[in-house]
């Protein structure tokens, strides 16, 4: 079993829509949560991290941690075509980044 | 400017050469990393440096050898290339290497074996 679990979809919705982007982890000694986001063919780079339980928002997003089921949550409300990448659940550990498979968004005009 | 820049950006080789991709980061950071990202895209960390030291050194086949002239340079010479080797490669930079820095990612290099 991989430490962090994505759905790797691909997952389609319309401009506008709310999406809702899993994680799953094994490893109760993860404090921090990161969601990065990777565009096609380029790095990923940090889109908002969270620590411990909780909700935090920034803009049109919304991390959410729920340490108890060890389950992470990221929503983006009124998607945009922009939004359309893939995106990484990473908790560090370490100094490392332990990374999911990533879920691919596609948001259609 | 780039932040953190490699070369090349595709690299087509047959297998049994040798090759080496080349990291540059302009933000002042201490802390350097490569990871490897396979077909099926997961990312996953091989080395990182700190201050041209070596502090992370994954499970990774002693063919892959990473070299830092200075804290701004993080090369990495891969040995007698296996078609298994082809991936995406990122080198990416953090502040201090703490495990809460952002860590800021190069545009990749993506290495095919022949």
């Known amino acids: 079993q991989k430490e962090v679990e994505q759905d790797p979809g691909p997952l389609s919705v319309p401009e506008g829509a709310i999406v809702s982007l899993n994680c799953t982890y094994s490893?109760?000694?993860?404090?921090?949560f990161m969601w990065y986001r990777q565009y096609s063919r380029k790095g990923p780079e940090l889109l908002m991290y969270t620590y411990s339980s909780g909700n935090k928002e920034d803009g049109r997003f919304t991390a959410q941690v729920d340490k108890s089921s060890k389950y992470i949550s990221l929503f983006i409300r009124d998607s945009q075509p922009s939004d359309s990448a893939t995106y990484l659940c990473?908790?560090?550990?370490?100094?490392?980044?332990?990374f999911g498979q990533g879920t691919e968004l596609s948001v259609k005009p | 400017d780039t932040a953190v820049s490699q070369t090349p950006k595709y690299l087509v080789t047959q297998m049994g050469n040798d090759k080496s991709i080349k990291c540059e980061q302009n933000l002042g950071h201490d802390t350097m990393y490569w990871y490897k990202q396979d077909s099926k895209k997961f990312l996953k960390i091989m080395f990182s440096?700190?201050?041209?030291?070596?502090?992370i050194n994954e499970t990774v086949p002693n063919r892959f050898s990473p070299k830092s002239p200075d804290k701004a340079h993080l090369n990495l010479h891969i040995n007698s290339l296996e078609l298994g080797d082809s991936a995406v490669y990122f080198c990416?930079?953090?502040?201090?290497?703490?495990?809460?820095?952002?860590?800021?990612f190069g545009p990749g290099t993506r290495l095919t074996v022949l």
């Open positions: 990473a908790p560090p550990q370490g100094g490392k980044l332990i």
């Open positions: 490893n109760s000694a993860f404090q921090y």
């Open positions: 990416a930079s953090s502040q201090r290497g703490f495990t809460t820095d952002t860590q800021y």
């Open positions: 440096y700190n201050n041209k030291e070596l502090i």
